[in-house]
């Protein structure tokens, strides 16, 4: 084999650079010239710093829901190399946590991070993008805002409130609630006091009990002092932070009423358009990433504390007889009957999720149903 001499290999090697960049200056002064002066990417000014305001419905800090708002502001910061910062703020800390749709809306905020049936009396129709009583799991929810037109309908519902909203992360199937007394037919539910907000909470009405809608940091003083007889809140995760299996001797299941709830970021619409196309991707981005590890970060840890209050506490796990969830569901069909037949918004969403919903559990019977039911 020849010796290669390092001063020919140097010398060719610059020629074979000159060369190249000759070609693609070339190339790139044709392809220049084939494209319209619209077209071309906007500049990127890398020296301009926005600085933005999150305002959340959970308490400050509040594990993976009050995390997972803090991360996406992270890692949008990341990703944005500093272009962008996010200061979070939990309920109460800048608003009121049921108030953070009208600060993001009229622009006190820029973001805002909760579930979007705390919004029903604005928009019945955004009940349907967190959670509907017997229907969809965090995996089908996802199918169906990502593949199945959900997240159209959802944009179009907000767009009159100037806001744009994405899916931020789930909670998979939620427990079925606490309980200091056993619930053996439908008629235990009349009279009854529950924290449930949504659509779940008008089939309690149904059923004959009423429903209290409350921000998460005072359910377990409300439980404690009476104010309510009975809440669900998520999972055992959060159930055991907050101490609900100190002051509750019943946990049911399942969560018929929330079967995949989806969490919510919206954004100020104007706010959001008046970014780089860059930073509008960076936070798609960084949402897209929140939502896949809030459902897993709710399973990890879901695993682990429900056989904690099984060890540490003489709660009583059970599930909801199969006559009282005959007869919610039932319930929940009238509920949905009355939505739908009142706002026309709310038919159009509901349509949409119902047709998905059959087209997709065809599928789900042949695969997850059968693996679970099959395979222990």
């Keep these: 084999m020849k010796k290669l001499n390092r001063r020919d290999f140097v010398k060719k090697a610059s020629l074979a650079a000159v060369g190249s960049a000759t070609l693609l200056t070339s190339c790139a002064k044709t392809d220049d010239a084939k494209k319209d002066n619209n077209s071309q990417s906007p500049a990127i000014n890398l020296n301009k710093t926005t600085e933005w305001k999150m305002v959340t419905t959970w308490p400050p800090g509040f594990p993976v829901l009050g995390e997972g708002a803090q991360m996406f502001a992270d890692w949008v910061e990341k990703m944005s190399a500093g272009r962008l910062k996010i200061k979070v703020y939990g309920g109460g800390e800048l608003v009121p946590p049921l108030e953070s749709f009208e600060a993001v809306q009229q622009g006190i905020a820029q973001i805002g991070h909760g579930a979007s049936y705390y919004w029903a009396g604005k928009m019945p129709a955004s009940q349907f993008f967190a959670a509907v009583p017997f229907g969809m799991n965090a995996q089908q929810m996802n199918a169906w805002i990502y593949s199945g037109g959900g997240q159209e309908l959802w944009e179009e519902t907000y767009a009159k409130f100037n806001l744009l909203p994405m899916a931020a992360g789930n909670t998979g199937v939620q427990m079925g609630g606490w309980f200091n007394r056993e619930i053996n037919s439908i008629s235990d539910f009349r009279g009854l006091k529950m924290r449930m907000p ?94 896949v590890w809030m459902l897993a970060e709710f399973d990890a840890k879901n695993s682990i504390y429900l056989q904690k209050i099984r060890n540490e506490s003489n709660v009583k796990i059970q599930p909801y007889p199969t006559d009282v969830l005959a007869e919610l569901r039932k319930h929940a069909e009238e509920v949905l009957k009355d939505v739908t037949e009142s706002d026309a918004q709310s038919k159009k969403v509901y349509d949409s999720f119902s047709k998905f919903k059959k087209q997709i559990s065809s599928w789900s019977e042949l695969t997850e149903q059968a693996y679970y039911e099959n395979i222990k």
């Design 198 to 291: 949504g659509l779940g909470g008008k089939v309690i009405e149904k059923a004959g009990g009423s429903a209290v809608v409350i921000a998460g940091g005072e359910i377990f003083t409300s439980l404690e002092r009476n104010v309510i007889d009975a809440t669900e809140w998520i999972g055992p995760y959060h159930d055991y932070t907050m101490g609900f299996h100190n002051i509750a001797s019943h946990y049911y299941y399942p969560g018929w009423h929330e079967p995949g709830t989806i969490l919510e970021i919206f954004f100020n619409k104007g706010a959001f358009q008046g970014l780089s196309d860059d930073l509008q991707e960076i936070c798609k981005t960084a949402a897209a990433r929140s939502n």
